[in-house]
């Protein structure tokens, strides 16, 4: 199973762009997806989740300004990111629970991660 995530790069403050991420190899079912970030110096924290029945949930710092959503029929969730703040700065990674067959329990895979870069 492989997380391939695109759709980061240099943006202004106050800009937008979106990011997504699509799971491939063998797949049985998908749960949770999500993303993370991590700014250089700081822990990996929760950006967005997704649950496989569509509920979210946001870090208080995003609120309002993301929005994650997914496609299951793809395999491939997204971030939509707005009005881009200097401090969103960071590399972002997603994240998915997958089993590989029936009655396994899933497995946590991650993306390699791409670089969200917001300048003042």
């Known amino acids: 199973v492989q997380l391939q995530a695109s759709g980061g790069g240099l943006v202004q403050a106050g800009g937008s762009l979106r990011l997504s991420c699509a799971a491939s190899g063998r797949i049985f079912s998908i749960k949770d997806m999500g993303w993370y970030r991590q700014a250089p110096g700081k822990q990996r924290e929760l950006v967005a989740a997704?649950?496989?029945?569509?509920?979210?949930n946001y870090a208080d710092s995003v609120k309002g300004r993301f929005s994650i959503s997914r496609d299951n029929a793809k395999n491939t969730v997204y971030l939509q990111l707005n009005s881009l703040k200097p401090e969103d700065t960071a590399v972002y990674y997603c994240n998915a629970d997958i089993s590989r067959s029936f009655g396994t329990r899933g497995t946590d895979y991650w993306g390699k991660g791409t670089q969200v870069t917001v300048s003042s």
């Open positions: 997704i649950t496989s029945g569509g509920r979210t």
